[in-house]
């Protein structure tokens, strides 16, 4: 079955760099969910979308915006990157009726250097 | 406004023996609960879910979860602990969005399991 799926895997950035992660909701999926981990630490709300509208934001920064296309993939937009800004970002999809289960992406590892 | 409080944030129990992992939630409306395990250096995975159907819930690896809505907890646990089940574990509440808004999810601050000899 397929999963979410999130792009790069893997990243390095230098401070001040901009950096875009993709996520792929499982099909038919209509919200998207974006959450940052940093090292050792819990993961941490960023944004929502449900059917392409932003639903939800959390602790995200003025630095970082986001958005869900028409054909539901999610982009997380990162600028003026800062060192703290070094974590495991997560993409989550789900089909919001129903309380069906929320799937989570692999992450897509940023380090700021 | 929904919580999730894990009593626990580090485990540790003997190969073979039994694990328990503590989570209590509050919601204002009846709530989806989830376990989700977290290797390290990978992503979350599902261990297992409630959304109202039987209150005890079983999950993949051998874990299952009881849903006690007069004590608000949903713990999880499991006989039989092995080396493999060694992991950050994260109790989950999904609460009710509004029509037409995604719904909220809470985590808890996770359980470390270790699994020792």
């Known amino acids: 079955a397929a999963g979410v799926i999130q792009s790069p895997r893997h990243l390095i950035k230098e401070k001040r760099e901009t950096a875009t992660l993709k996520c792929y909701p499982i099909?038919?999926?209509?919200?998207v969910y974006w959450y940052q981990q940093g090292p050792g630490q819990d993961p941490q709300f960023l944004i929502s979308?449900?059917?392409?509208?932003?639903?939800d934001k959390g602790s995200i920064p003025d630095r970082f915006s986001a958005q869900q296309f028409s054909d539901y993939h999610s982009e997380l937009n990162m600028s003026s990157l800062e060192l703290g800004d070094s974590a495991l970002y997560f993409c989550?999809?789900?089909?919001?009726?129903?309380?069906?289960?929320?799937?989570f992406g692999e992450g897509s590892w940023l380090t700021v250097v | 406004a929904q919580s999730v409080t894990q009593l626990d944030s580090h485990v540790s129990v003997s190969e073979g023996t039994p694990v328990l992992l503590r989570c209590n939630y509050s919601?204002?409306?009846?709530?989806?609960l989830f376990w989700y395990v977290q290797h390290p250096n990978k992503g979350l995975q599902l261990l297992l879910k409630?959304?109202?159907?039987?209150?005890l819930v079983k999950g993949i690896n051998g874990f299952e979860a009881e849903f006690k809505k007069s004590e608000t907890s949903f713990h999880l646990t499991k006989p039989s602990a092995h080396m493999s089940d060694a992991a950050e574990y994260f109790c989950?509440?999904?609460?009710?969005?509004?029509?037409?808004?995604?719904?909220?999810?809470?985590f808890g601050t996770g359980t470390r399991l270790q699994v020792t000899l």
């Open positions: 409630y959304t109202s159907a039987a209150t």
């Open positions: 919601s204002s409306y009846s709530p989806s």
């Open positions: 989550a999809s789900s089909l919001e009726s129903g309380g069906n289960t929320i799937y």
């Open positions: 989950v509440v999904r609460g009710r969005g509004n029509t037409g808004t995604a719904s909220k999810l809470t």
């Open positions: 099909p038919r999926h209509d919200t």
């Open positions: 979308f449900y059917e392409k509208m932003q639903s």
